[in-house]
């Protein structure tokens, strides 16, 4: 179950926290992984775990999200084995957090930029290949802010939001042909971010979140695994929560 041999795969945002599991499962289930990221040596570390752990083959893409008139030339040194790639995670994003009233035009452009125009960007180009083969998985990593709002992260949570209404309608226009798009929506997720804050804002936290922990990053790795699986081939357009209750 869940098998990705002979598939390819490219995850943005896959030298870090989220994205960087998601690779590692990805390839642990067969895949071919493109692992695409600003930081070539960040993402080699990344390769070499892969390597070790005996999963699938892992390509490390240096890619600058902030500059979609590169992509297609950057898509095209990916090696000869890899072919056009079959599953495409969107998973990069940045946070540039402040009040409305005091958030610049630069803060807000800027995550809109990664989170959202570059995903546009590289669905665009990458459904192509999906759309001969007949067959591809588009899936958005959001989240729970993009539903629910928060303060200070309006650029975030417009950025997050829009992701779900892109996604919904490009499943509407491929979907004959046997491409499906979905989204995972992760709640708090312990990764470096969350690191920083507090005990007490920690614990308040936690009062909102059914399960009483923030997720791990493997958490939303298995939601994208099963979303990029042959056996999710019938669902689409669809917005999974793993958020541990924080949403319900």
Do not use: C
Not at 16 to 26: D, F, P
Not at 44 to 62: H, K, N, S, T, W
Not at 214 to 229: M, N, T, W
């Amino acid at each position: 179950m869940f098998d990705l041999t002979d598939k390819t795969a490219i995850v943005t945002g896959a030298s870090r926290g989220i994205g960087r599991s998601i690779a590692k499962t990805l390839a642990a289930a067969g895949a071919r992984v493109v692992l695409a990221a600003r930081t070539e040596s960040a993402l080699e570390e990344v390769a070499d775990e892969i390597r070790a752990a005996g999963g699938g083959v892992p390509f490390p893409l240096a890619l600058d999200l902030a500059q979609p008139s590169s992509f297609k030339e950057r898509l095209g040194s990916l090696p000869t084995e890899f072919g056009k790639p079959d599953i495409f995670v969107a998973n990069a994003g940045i946070t540039a957090d402040n009040l409305l009233l005091r958030m610049s035009h630069e803060q807000w452009q800027s995550v809109i930029d990664i989170n959202l125009t570059s995903t546009f960007a590289l669905t665009k180009l990458l459904v192509r290949g999906m759309m001969k083969k007949r067959w591809g998985r588009v899936v958005a990593v959001s989240s729970v802010v993009g539903m629910m709002g928060n303060p200070g992260q309006a650029n975030y949570a417009a950025s997050k939001a829009g992701l779900i209404g892109f996604t919904k309608s490009v499943a509407k226009e491929v979907g004959s042909r046997g491409i499906t798009a979905n989204v995972v929506a992760p709640g708090y997720v312990a990764t470096s971010m969350t690191e920083e804050i507090s005990d007490e804002a920690r614990d308040k936290m936690f009062e909102h979140i059914v399960l009483g922990r923030f997720g791990e990053p493997e958490d939303i790795a298995a939601a994208v695994l099963f979303l990029a699986s042959t056996e999710a081939g019938y669902v689409t357009g669809e917005v999974i929560n793993v958020s541990g209750g924080l949403l319900i």
